[in-house]
């Protein structure tokens, strides 16, 4: 776990640090400063402040890292009106596809959801749909069919109540449940 | 406006009462082209206090009706008269109304009451006054009497709404149904549901309560089953329920969707929606033996089966060509044809129960809303100017739409006359309303 915050630390800290070099601006820097300070602890502990630097990770050991930060996300997006994967979730459901693989004992349950246009009736087709393209992506990776189960809860339960665009596309989502 | 601020008021009074109203409807479009009525409140002819106020509850099924507004009491141009004998025809020469229900209360034996009632054709007597005097009777369009227990009060004034609803218009009155639908309520530990109420929302009952969605309700022809899908067991599942011995059945529990049920115009067999063989597909189970039978065999979804009155055919919502649009199938030869074109969506629809229209959700622009074509000529109608319709219900006399919608943020349920004329929303106290179903006469 602490190998995975610093790891994280290291994604968002390299590219200020390659900012910062880039620019020369004044600004920037008490931008930069403004929000060391914002954190506050540090000052409330007395000035004192400590750095570290990050374990030397194997190409192997930064793949599993990866994975295992990608498969924290069990929520995959749909477009309106569609089930398709889209891209943008290749590199999640690779990682859950990729531990299942692995562990041929372990059971997920994909929960499809749409969002509130349309009839409840149709949603609940709509979700089935959604969550059986993740289901049949995951078994694209060999993910055995036996370790997969489907449901669909249509639009019976939003993540979102605000009934925007925003809140619709929230909705539109297939769960992986362990 | 007077009437309205009056309705409000009576809005008001229902909710004070004990059994407590959660839906309290608020008439958005149509109380202009109401036609006008007079209804005198029923005169008291015991000791003490007078019991419920039987006039107010024909009052409402009126203005509810969409078709009529009544007087403000107020102006009428005689009071405290509650039989035929006491209308004098020449003072109502100048009431702008076609009709008047007047009628008497008196005790009857221990919690027993005799409700008579006339219904006088005001235009009829107002014509006749001008050639001199006539017996009071010649006007009278209906006049009845029954005995009736402080219980029955309410479903008796739905019972008079009926007889003046349907002498006035032709068209029988739907005042004593009810609806079910399902409540949401998601800072509840079992958050959903299942609801049955007069059709005006008064004598709200709980059915089902589920810590797991409940979804669909739809009545069996006889008024006395519901059938819904409930997710009590992490997946879908449909039930059938007597809502007077609260026996449940789990009729259909296939893998993947069992949904949107419908009962056969016989009540022995359900149109549902089942995906066991891949896509969702229309099927027909028998409830006694719970045999099924495939109605459609598509690659694409098909779903919200329901019947014609006839029991021959079925509409369902398919999405073979492309977007969902509303379908027919045939039962005999399992013939298909296309129903809708206009707009870009049509689904969920319901046949009239006259056979002659079929009420749906359209989506044209991207909105959702409550659309109603004629069968012969095709002419399709929008009916409703709200936000996300879905769930459309027809009144058993075909007059009425109940549909679930959002309004302020909320899951509401609303109405609208088939007509369009006339809107109504029924607020909710707690939580989000949803899938409003009418039920049959009963």
Same mark, same amino acid.
């Given at each position: 776990m602490d190998l995975n915050k610093l790891l994280k630390a290291m994604l968002v800290a390299l590219p200020i640090m390659a900012l910062s070099a880039c620019s020369s601006t004044s600004e920037s820097e008490t931008d930069a400063m403004g929000s060391t300070n914002g954190s506050g602890s540090e000052l409330n502990g007395g000035g004192i402040q400590t750095g570290g630097v990050g374990a030397m990770l194997s190409a192997e050991e930064q793949q599993r890292q990866q994975l295992e930060d990608l498969r924290k996300q069990h929520i995959i997006y749909f477009d309106f009106d569609r089930s398709e994967v889209q891209t943008d979730f290749a590199a999640i459901l690779e990682a859950h596809g990729t531990y299942l693989v692995e562990h041929p004992s372990v059971r997920v349950l994909i929960e499809g959801h749409a969002d509130e246009r349309g009839t409840p009736e149709y949603n609940i087709a709509l979700g089935e749909r959604r969550a059986k393209a993740v289901a049949k992506y995951l078994q694209g990776m060999?993910?055995?069919? !036996?370790q997969m189960s489907v449901v669909s809860y249509g639009e019976e339960k939003? *993540?979102?109540? !605000? /009934? $925007?665009d925003e809140g619709f596309g929230k909705n539109r989502r297939a769960v992986l449940v362990y | 406006m007077k009437i309205l601020a009056k309705w409000l008021a009576l809005a008001v009074l229902l909710c004070t $009462?004990? #059994?407590?109203?959660?839906l309290d409807i608020v008439i958005t479009e149509g109380v202009d082209a109401a036609r006008p009525i007079a209804v005198m409140p029923f005169v008291w002819q015991g000791p003490g206090a007078a019991p419920q106020a039987i006039a107010d509850v024909v009052m409402s099924d009126l203005v509810r009706s969409g078709t009529f507004k009544p007087l403000?009491?107020? &102006? *009428?141009?005689? /009071?405290?008269i509650g039989t035929v004998a006491q209308f004098q025809a020449n003072s109502w +020469? +100048?009431? &702008? #109304?076609e009709a008047l229900v007047l009628g008497t209360v008196k005790p009857y034996g221990t919690d027993q009451y005799l409700v008579s009632f006339d219904l006088i054709d005001l235009v009829k007597a107002q014509n006749q006054a001008l050639k001199g005097p006539v017996s009071? @009777?010649?006007? *009278?369009m209906d006049s009845r009497q029954t005995v009736i227990s402080a219980a029955q009060f309410r479903q008796y004034g739905h019972r008079i709404s009926d007889i003046v609803y349907e002498k006035l218009t032709g068209i029988r009155g739907a005042f004593l149904t009810r609806i079910s639908y399902v409540v949401v309520n998601? $800072?509840?530990? #079992?958050p959903y549901q299942l609801m049955v109420a007069d059709?005006? &929302?008064?004598n709200e009952q709980m059915l089902l309560r589920s810590p797991e969605p409940l979804m669909s309700p739809t009545w069996s022809p006889d008024g006395r089953r519901l059938a819904y899908v409930s997710f009590e067991n992490k997946k879908a599942e449909i039930f059938v329920q007597d809502l007077y011995t609260q026996v449940r059945t789990k009729v259909s529990s296939f893998p993947g969707i069992n949904g949107a049920p419908a009962f056969s115009p016989d009540g022995k067999s359900l149109a549902i929606t089942l995906s066991k063989d891949g896509q969702p597909e229309i099927y027909i189970i028998?409830? #006694? @033996?719970k045999a099924i039978k495939r109605i459609t065999n598509h690659y694409a979804i098909d779903t919200e089966p329901s019947w014609y009155p006839d029991g021959k055919s079925l509409i369902f919502t398919s999405e073979r060509g492309g977007r969902p649009q509303i379908y027919r199938v045939?039962? !005999? +030869? &399992?013939k298909v044809s296309r129903e809708t074109f206009e707009g870009e969506w049509n689904l969920g629809g319901s046949i009239t129960p006259d056979g002659r229209s079929m009420i749906f959700v359209n989506r044209t622009n991207g909105k959702f809303n409550i659309a109603r074509m004629d069968? !012969? @000529?095709r002419f399709m109608q929008v009916l409703t100017s709200t936000?996300?319709?879905?769930s459309p219900s027809v009144a058993p006399n075909g007059t009425m739409v109940i549909y679930g919608t959002t309004y302020q943020g909320k899951q509401v349920l609303a109405a609208v006359s088939t007509d369009g004329r006339f809107k109504a929303r029924l607020p909710a106290g707690q939580g989000e309303v949803k899938s409003p179903s009418w039920s049959p006469f009963l």
């Open positions: 060999g993910v055995q069919p !036996s939003p *993540l979102d109540f !605000s /009934r $925007t | $009462t004990p #059994a407590k109203a959660a403000d009491e107020l &102006g *009428l141009p005689q /009071r405290n +020469s +100048s009431v &702008g #109304a009071a @009777t010649e006007f *009278l998601h $800072t509840q530990k #079992a059709y005006d &929302g008064v028998d409830i #006694a @033996t045939e039962l !005999s +030869s &399992g069968l !012969s @000529t936000r996300l319709d879905e």
